[in-house]
């Protein structure tokens, strides 16, 4: 029984050596200064983290073989396909411009507003006795 819980002790030691840590910083690339609070995860899993105030991460690699995708308000998403764990990553995002049209909202009321307040008022208050 000792033998066969130290193996599995072993096994499992061996799992949590192997796994290997993706580390690396995240960069705007109009003025190449740090982004802080991006958010990194591995497409498919649920293996994520976030950028420090120096836009430094660590995230640990899954066994299997998936994108890097990286996400931040108003920057371009980046999605990393071949990730070498063994050097530091240098990722670059662009700004997202994106621009709205011009909404006009117009509307004509045909009643004046005199009718349209008592129409609220009976509606509202009703038309009874306590509507005072």
Do not use: W
């Not at 072993?10 to 993706?22: A, D, E, K, R, W």
């Not at 899954?62 to 996400?71: A, F, R, S």
Request: aromatic share 10%; with cysteine.
């Amino acid at each position: 029984m000792k033998l066969i819980s130290k193996i599995i002790f072993l096994f499992f030691l061996s799992n949590i050596c192997y796994g290997q840590m993706v580390k690396g910083c995240v960069y705007s690339k109009v003025n190449q200064k740090p982004l802080s609070s991006v958010t990194l995860y591995f497409n498919n899993t649920t293996i994520g983290a976030v950028t420090n105030d120096n836009g430094y991460f660590e995230i640990k690699a899954p066994k299997i073989n998936t994108k890097l995708v990286v996400q931040h308000l108003g920057y371009r998403d980046e999605i990393i396909q071949n990730i070498d764990k063994n050097e530091l990553l240098h990722i670059y995002m662009a700004e997202k411009s994106d621009e709205l049209d011009e909404v006009i909202v117009e509307y004509k009321d045909p009643l004046p507003r005199k009718l349209r307040l008592s129409m609220f008022k009976r509606g509202f208050l009703g038309n009874t006795n306590n509507k005072k």
